[in-house]
C-alpha cells in the first residue's frame, strides 16, 4: 500500500462518512485519474429513493462527465465496501484499471467474496482488484451504522409494546 | 408468452429502435407494475458519454421514481437483450420479480449467457428469468446495428486509401 492509495481512500471513507450522517448506508467512492480525483460520491439510494444511486455509479457518471468520456481508461476506483454486482459491472463497462475496496461484503460482495464479476474473464475486461486499505475503518463504521440501526429498531418495538 | 407480454416487449423494442436512430447500441427496456408501464428507456450512453446510462438502469431510476420507493416490488422488467452483468445487479437491487429478454447477449450477458447474476441464489435476491418473446425481431435490429457500423468502418477506411 503506498501513501497515495491511502490518502484516496481516506477521501472515500470521507465520503462514507457523509452517507452515515444522512443515514445512508456508509459507502463511499473516489474515481482517480493521473493523481486527481475525478469523481467523488457517497450513497444515496434511501434520500433519492433510486436502488442505482451507489456511491460508485455516482462516482464513476462524474469522471466520465469530467472526461467527456465513457470510457475511463487509466483511471482507478477506491471504494470502502466491496462492490455489488451492480458496480462492479459499471466498472468493466467503464474499463477502470485498478479496483481498491477497504472491506469485503459477505452478504453481495462481487469482487471475490460472493462472486468475482470484476476480475470474470469470460466478459471483455477485467478490472484488477485489490483489497485491505483502512479496512478496520471501513468495517468499524458499517459495523456502527447497522449497530445504530438494530437498536433504534429494538427501541420502536420497546416503545410500541410499553 | 400472453399477449400482453409482446405488447410490453413491443414498447421496448421501440425503444431500442429510438436509440439506433440516434446511432446508440438499439436496446430498449420497460418497466411494468400493475399492467401499467412506470419506466421506458433506451441505451444513451454515446450521447450522455456515459457508461451506466444502459436502457435498463434508466428504466429502473423511472420506475422508482414514479412509485417514490427504491424497491419495485410486484414489477416486471420486458428488454430487447439480455442483461449486462450491471444492469443484473440494478434489478437484484430493485427487487424486480420478472425480467422478460428477447435475444442473448453472446459477448455479456449476465442472465444466464455468460454468467447468470440474475438469479444468483447466493445473492439476496433471485430475479426470475425468462427469455425469447420477439427474438428475431430484436435479434435482426443489433444485426443490423453492428452491420451498418461495419460498412461505415470500411468506407471510411476506403476514403483514407483512395
Redesign the interface.
Known amino acids: 500500500m503506498t501513501g497515495k492509495q491511502e490518502t484516496y481512500m481516506q477521501e472515500a471513507l470521507k465520503q462514507a462518512k457523509l452517507a452515515f450522517g444522512k443515514d445512508e448506508v456508509p459507502v463511499g467512492a473516489v474515481i482517480v485519474h493521473n493523481n486527481t480525483i475525478i469523481g467523488r460520491a457517497h450513497n444515496q439510494?434511501?434520500m433519492?429513493?433510486?436502488?442505482?444511486a451507489h456511491a460508485e455509479?455516482i462516482a464513476?457518471?462524474q469522471a466520465?462527465?469530467h472526461l467527456?468520456?465513457?470510457?475511463?481508461q487509466d483511471c482507478d476506483a477506491y471504494v470502502t465496501i466491496e462492490p455489488?454486482?451492480?458496480?462492479?459491472?459499471?466498472m468493466?463497462?467503464?474499463r477502470i484499471r485498478n479496483l481498491y475496496y477497504s472491506t469485503e461484503d459477505p452478504?453481495?460482495g462481487?469482487c471475490g467474496t460472493?462472486?468475482n464479476?470484476a476480475e470474470?474473464r469470460?466478459?471483455?475486461h477485467c478490472v484488477k482488484t485489490h483489497s485491505g486499505i483502512l479496512k478496520e475503518e471501513s468495517r468499524s463504521l458499517i459495523r456502527e451504522f447497522f449497530k445504530k440501526k438494530r437498536t433504534n429498531a429494538r427501541s420502536k418495538i420497546t416503545f410500541r409494546i410499553s
Open positions: 439510494t434511501k433519492l429513493k433510486d436502488p442505482t455509479m464513476v457518471t466520465a462527465a467527456k468520456n465513457e470510457r475511463l455489488c454486482p451492480m458496480c462492479a459491472g459499471a468493466i463497462l467503464a452478504k453481495s462481487a460472493v462472486l464479476v470474470e469470460k466478459l471483455n
